[in-house]
């Protein structure tokens, strides 16, 4: 997940077109088999399946334009307290989470960093992994080495 002060609108046409933008002619045209968007009731919220060869899985991408800790206590695990707070700070938050369907979960991460990458907004500040209580900076490098697949989140 990518926190940053800048709410990411999305919808049907807009995703389809910045997946399609990463794997060329894989979700455009529209379609209902292979690989795939369908909007969620959810405003910000979209169901992907991804077929695309070492990034395939079903996904659920979430756009919302709130403070993420709103909804987790994953900053009470940050001890700097300036770092805290400026993660604190945050009022968006993007995130692409592996629902099922991959046979390889490391690759299915290559999907999550990619997509990340492609649509977290200039401001991006950090990267969370509630589950595992770590957040970083997400700049510029981090940026480039998610969009190139490193497969970073995967990582122990």
């Not at 991804?50 to 079903?58: D, L, M, R, T």
Request: proline share 6%.
């Amino acid at each position: 997940m990518v926190l940053t002060n800048t709410y990411v609108n999305l919808n049907l046409n807009s995703l389809r077109e910045k997946l399609d933008e990463l794997y060329p002619g894989q979700f455009l045209p529209p379609r209902i088999k292979g690989s795939f968007v369908v909007a969620r009731r959810v405003p910000g919220q979209f169901l992907i399946q991804s077929n695309v060869g070492g990034a395939s899985g079903v996904f659920l991408l979430t756009s919302v334009p709130a403070h993420y800790v709103e909804f987790s206590t994953f900053a009470e695990a940050i001890a700097d307290g300036p770092f805290r707070r400026r993660v604190e700070a945050q009022c968006c938050w993007i995130s692409v989470d592996l629902l099922s369907g991959s046979d390889n979960e490391a690759e299915a991460y290559r999907f999550i960093e990619q997509v990340l990458a492609k649509l977290a907004p200039a401001d991006a500040a950090f990267v969370v992994d509630p589950s595992k209580r770590i957040t970083v900076v997400f700049d510029d490098e981090l940026r480039r080495r998610f969009a190139g697949g490193e497969m970073i989140l995967s990582s122990p």
